[in-house]
């Protein structure tokens, strides 16, 4: 596997060995050993999720303030651009996001850790993300940072994205709360 370090400290690109031929392909898309050896990822994984997304659905951008999570992030379906969101008030890059595609085709997965708010848009017509998190969901500690944030600046890629009741009440990130 190949690690890409981001311009956010934590968050990785990581692009697994494909093994390809004729019949179609193989690869690990979770290796616990490979991943601490390659990426220094050491976590845990308590639950996985999995997502299907029309065009322009945008997801996020989500957070626990408590009981955070860490997420390892695929697309096995379509294309979507991952984000993520420092929100580690202590870190150089507080308030800084990253955007990457994350597809079927690339097969790229992203890590990002405890710290990050997380959202996504479906590209593609259809798009199907799994991904698998270090602590359970907890609703009463979910936070949501607006979408369209102007201080962020975030670039989806569309202006009009389909969002969820809660995605359409989030919060700016100068009235949020965030990690020390």
């Not at 311009?7 to 179609?24: C, H, Q, Y």
């Not at 390892?72 to 990253?98: C, E, M, N, P």
């Not at 989806?156 to 009741?165: G, V």
């Amino acid at each position: 596997m190949q690690v890409i370090k981001t311009r956010l400290s934590g968050v990785l690109t990581i692009e697994p060995r494909i093994f390809a031929d004729a019949r179609g392909f193989l690869f690990e898309s979770y290796n616990q050993k490979a991943l601490m050896q390659a990426a220094g990822i050491s976590d845990s994984f308590v639950q996985d999720n999995h997502s299907q997304s029309g065009k322009h659905v945008l997801r996020g951008l989500h957070y626990q303030i408590r009981q955070p999570q860490g997420k390892l992030v695929r697309a096995i379906a379509g294309r979507v651009l991952d984000v993520a969101v420092d929100l580690r008030r202590s870190s150089a890059t507080f308030a800084q996001w990253l955007g990457v595609e994350l597809s079927a085709e690339n097969r790229r997965i992203a890590w990002i850790p405890k710290g990050f708010a997380h959202g996504f848009i479906a590209l593609s017509e259809h798009a199907e993300v799994v991904y698998k998190t270090t602590d359970y969901w907890a609703p009463e500690h979910e936070r949501t940072i607006a979408w369209n944030d102007p201080d962020l600046a975030i670039d989806w890629l569309t202006d009009t994205p389909t969002l969820s009741a809660k995605d359409h009440a989030g919060v700016l990130l100068r009235d949020a709360e965030v990690f020390e």
